[in-house]
């Protein structure tokens, strides 16, 4: 079955420590990928996707993501977070003709100290 | 401003009682879906739509209806709410009509509780 599953549901850092949230999907067709952010009380934003090209995408906010087929990885990272960060990040794989259905990982939660 | 709208964003109603969840876009976008939100779980999809009078089931459709008559407009119906159905629900739009090769853009979600 596709599923998309996130490393970690809880993550705790302080700000300026550096951020890498694991994400995997299982599909083995044509993918595009998601990194998405709610923010405490507040809808779904995009952070920054991945259709095709260059594997290492740039989003919002100092974001970016890698993607690594041989891996089926869409891993998020930020070289160092801030308390504004403080948010629950889905990651969330598309397959192609799969009537547009977004399959969503569990969530992260991500929580920075000030 | 491009926006995809749901209304009401809060409610509390009972077992039984029908209720509906109006999402509107102003994006004309072609392709627009319900998601429900559950801790643990993340975004499942309810329903989706290509195009207008065209509509058919995600994952989790039971208990739920939806519409498509008009390109901007796609309500979610709950004919007969149950506490199952107890839920942060996010409603999607986006561009193509497969859905699958544009970004999904959501409308700020809807917190129903059912007693």
């Known amino acids: 079955a596709q599923s998309v599953s996130q490393h970690n549901h809880h993550v705790i850092l302080s700000e300026a420590a550096s951020l890498e949230l694991g994400c995997n999907y299982s599909y083995g067709g044509t993918v595009n990928l998601f990194w998405y952010v709610q923010y405490p009380g507040q809808h779904l934003q995009l952070l920054l996707k991945y259709f095709s090209g260059d594997p290492l995408v740039k989003g919002i906010k100092g974001f970016e993501a890698e993607f690594i087929k041989s891996k089926f990885s869409f891993n998020l990272r930020k070289p160092s977070v801030q308390w504004s960060d403080t948010a629950e990040y889905f990651c969330?794989?598309?397959?192609?003709?799969?009537?547009?259905?977004?399959?969503f990982g569990q969530g992260t939660e991500l929580s920075v100290k000030p | 401003e491009a926006q995809v709208t749901q209304n009401p964003r809060y409610l509390i109603t009972v077992t039984g009682k029908k209720l509906t969840v109006t999402c509107s876009q102003n994006?004309?976008?072609?392709?627009m879906s319900w998601y429900r939100q559950d801790p643990g779980l993340g975004l499942r999809q309810i329903y989706y739509s290509m195009n207008v009078e065209a509509t058919d089931k995600g994952d989790v459709p039971e208990g739920y209806k939806v519409s498509r008559k008009e390109k901007r407009n796609f309500p979610l119906i709950l004919e007969s709410p149950s506490p199952n159905q107890t839920s942060l629900y996010f409603c999607?739009?986006?561009?193509?009509?497969?859905?699958?090769?544009?970004?999904?853009?959501f409308g700020p979600g809807t917190r129903l509780t059912v007693l």
């Open positions: 999607a739009s986006s561009l193509s009509p497969s859905g699958s090769t544009d970004t999904q853009y």
């Open positions: 994006m004309n976008h072609e392709y």
């Open positions: 969330a794989a598309l397959p192609y003709n799969q009537g547009g259905k977004l399959i």
